[in-house]
């Protein structure tokens, strides 16, 4: 019996390791949230852009990734990066630490890969908070979270 007990009670703690060194299904270990669009290159970039446009937040940079290969004579598949944000909700995380300066603007890339399907990704925010030691501002992060769930859920499959 007590070995029994003890058996339980080691699974029961492996169990709880494992579980809380796992990430989220949606995050990998590097805070990367990545799904498949229900669109393609230019439609996923399109309804992104509206939706940024729709909320008000301010939309700085469109960097053709690909065009760029190209003109470096590197040939690359279609890859767009999308750079947006709300300074008054952004530059918060900056005066709690400037290095989370890296992560904002928030970027969010667009691509395809060799099979034609697009793909979504950009940094969890979460992480950032994480990455940087921010434990203030837990509201804004969550509020940060929302709106990139919001932006994202246009393109998502339904």
Known sequence: MFIRFVAAAAFAAFALIASVS??????????????KSAYDMQE????????????GIMFF?????????????????????????NPPLGTLFLTS????????PVRLLVYQDAKGDVWVAYT??????????ITNRDKEFNM???VISSITSTVKPK
């Open 22 to 35: 796992q990430p989220a299904l949606a995050v990998e270990d590097d805070g990367i949230v990545k799904f």
């Open 144 to 146: 940060a979270s929302e």
């Open 44 to 55: 996923t970039i399109k309804r992104i852009k509206k939706d940024v446009a729709d909320k």
């Open 61 to 85: 940079d469109e960097i053709d990734q690909s065009k760029l290969a190209a003109d470096a004579g590197v040939k690359l598949l279609p890859s767009t990066l999308l750079v947006f944000g």
């Open 97 to 104: 630490d400037p290095d989370a300066g890296l992560d904002w």
């Open 124 to 133: 969890d925010f979460a992480w950032i908070a994480k990455r940087h030691g």
